[in-house]
């Protein structure tokens, strides 16, 4: 599902369809994560941005044990579909979870983490695709 391109081109068709692609994955994280009772959940595409990933979700739990229970579940839920993290960041903490799926990247913060590290300030010039309050 990764596709890797040069900041400020359009891409081939197949990089534009791997692109698709992790969009509507994005969307589906973003709803697990609303099924969850996530709170303030922010996805941001940045493709034009970085080459690290083309959407970043930002989103909150109301404590530690929130967090980790929302980061479980975006795992546990796409390991039913075969689909694991390539890197999996801070759940032990839970205060700032990291879910790294490649073209994906997943934050799941506390509140005063999330106004700590404020990414939605760090990556003002993405665009914002969906915001679920």
Do not use: C, N
């Amino acid at each position: 599902m990764e596709a890797r391109k040069t900041l400020g081109t359009t891409g081939t068709p197949a990089e534009a369809r791997a692109r698709t692609a992790a969009r509507g994955f994005a969307q589906r994280i973003v709803d697990i994560l609303i099924d969850g009772k996530a709170e303030d959940t922010v996805l941001l595409d940045i493709s034009g941005l970085s080459i690290i990933a083309d959407f970043f979700i930002v989103t909150s739990g109301t404590s530690d044990r929130q967090v980790r229970a929302l980061a479980s579940r975006v795992i546990e839920k796409l390991a039913e579909e075969q689909i694991k993290p390539r890197r999996i960041e801070g759940l032990s903490d839970a205060r700032w979870v990291v879910l790294d799926f490649g073209d994906v990247v997943v934050h799941v913060f506390t509140p005063a983490d999330r106004r700590f590290y404020d990414l939605e300030e760090l990556w003002g010039s993405a665009v914002t695709i969906a915001r679920v309050l």
